[in-house]
C-alpha cells in the first residue's frame, strides 16, 4: 500500500469532525494505522499541500516548513507549493457581504492525481490509499481501474477521511473504497509536537 495525502482535506475533515483547530496529524502513523487495521503491506507515504510565503503569513510559514521537515525525516515524501492569494466575496452572518484575501493551492491537487495514476501504472503497489474526499479524484478512480484492466491486475484505490456526527460530508471520493476514520483511531495518531509560533 502506498498513502497519499491531501494535508489540507485532511486537516479540513478533522477540524469539522473533531474540532481541532490546526493540521495536529502524523501522517505517518495515521497510514501505517490504517494499512495494518486492513492488512496492508505500508510501502511509503506521500504527503501534499499548499505553504504560505513568510510574507504573507508568517507564522503558517513557520508551521508548514517545521511540519514539512520532521515528517521528511521519518521518511514521509512530501510535495508542496506556495500558495497564491486572490480577493473573494463572502457573505457574513449578518448578510453583508465583505472582500478577503484567500490563499489557494495551485497544482497540488494536479501533482497528487500524477502521482496516484503513475503508482498504478508503474506497478508499485496495487492498494492506493488516499486520505481525502475531494470528489475531482474520482476521474482518478476511473482511471486506476482503466489500468488494472489493461495489466490485468488487481488495483484497489481506498478514501480515508475523519467522520463523526459533527461532519456534513460524510462520502469518501466515489468509485473507490471508503474508510472513515473515528476520533480514537484520529487521537491515537496525533502529532505531539506543535510547530506553531509562540508569541
Given at each position: 500500500?502506498?498513502?497519499?495525502?491531501?494535508g489540507?482535506n485532511?486537516?479540513?475533515?478533522?477540524?469539522q469532525?473533531?474540532?481541532?483547530t490546526?493540521?495536529?496529524?502524523?501522517?505517518?502513523?495515521?497510514a501505517?494505522?490504517?494499512a495494518?487495521d486492513?492488512?496492508?503491506?505500508l510501502?511509503?507515504t506521500?504527503?501534499y499541500t499548499g505553504v504560505?510565503d513568510?510574507?504573507?503569513d508568517?507564522?503558517?510559514n513557520?508551521?508548514w516548513t517545521?511540519?514539512?521537515?520532521?515528517m521528511s525525516?521519518?521518511?514521509?515524501?512530501t510535495f508542496?507549493?506556495?500558495?497564491r492569494y486572490?480577493?473573494?466575496?463572502?457573505?457574513l452572518?449578518?448578510?453583508?457581504?465583505?472582500?478577503?484575501?484567500?490563499?489557494q493551492?495551485k497544482?497540488v491537487?494536479?501533482?497528487l492525481?500524477?502521482?496516484?495514476v503513475?503508482?498504478?501504472?508503474?506497478?508499485?503497489?496495487?492498494?492506493?490509499?488516499?486520505f481525502?474526499q475531494?470528489?475531482d479524484l474520482?476521474?482518478?478512480?476511473?482511471?486506476?481501474?482503466?489500468i488494472a484492466?489493461?495489466q490485468?491486475g488487481w488495483?484497489k484505490?481506498?478514501?480515508?477521511?475523519?467522520?463523526s456526527?459533527?461532519s456534513?460530508?460524510?462520502?469518501?471520493?466515489n468509485?473507490?473504497d471508503w474508510i472513515?476514520?473515528d476520533?480514537?483511531?484520529y487521537d491515537s495518531?496525533?502529532d505531539?509536537?506543535?510547530?506553531?509560533?509562540?508569541?
Amino acid at each position: 500500500m502506498i498513502a497519499f495525502v491531501d494535508g489540507q482535506n485532511l486537516f479540513r475533515a478533522a477540524k469539522q469532525a473533531f474540532g481541532y483547530t490546526y493540521p495536529n496529524y502524523d501522517v505517518a502513523a495515521l497510514a501505517a494505522a490504517v494499512a495494518t487495521d486492513h492488512g496492508w503491506d505500508l510501502v511509503g507515504t506521500r504527503f501534499y499541500t499548499g505553504v504560505p510565503d513568510a510574507l504573507d503569513d508568517a507564522a503558517w510559514n513557520h508551521f508548514w516548513t517545521s511540519k514539512l521537515l520532521q515528517m521528511s525525516r521519518q521518511g514521509v515524501n512530501t510535495f508542496s507549493r506556495s500558495l497564491r492569494y486572490r480577493n473573494k466575496l463572502v457573505r457574513l452572518r449578518d448578510g453583508t457581504e465583505q472582500t478577503v484575501l484567500v490563499g489557494q493551492e495551485k497544482g497540488v491537487d494536479v501533482r497528487l492525481a500524477l502521482d496516484i495514476v503513475a503508482a498504478a501504472y508503474q506497478g508499485e503497489t496495487d492498494v492506493l490509499l488516499v486520505f481525502s474526499q475531494d470528489q475531482d479524484l474520482s476521474e482518478v478512480a476511473t482511471e486506476i481501474r482503466q489500468i488494472a484492466k489493461k495489466q490485468n491486475g488487481w488495483i484497489k484505490m481506498a478514501s480515508a477521511f475523519p467522520v463523526s456526527a459533527a461532519s456534513t460530508n460524510r462520502r469518501g471520493i466515489n468509485g473507490t473504497d471508503w474508510i472513515r476514520i473515528d476520533r480514537a483511531l484520529y487521537d491515537s495518531c496525533l502529532d505531539r509536537r506543535d510547530y506553531r509560533l509562540k508569541g
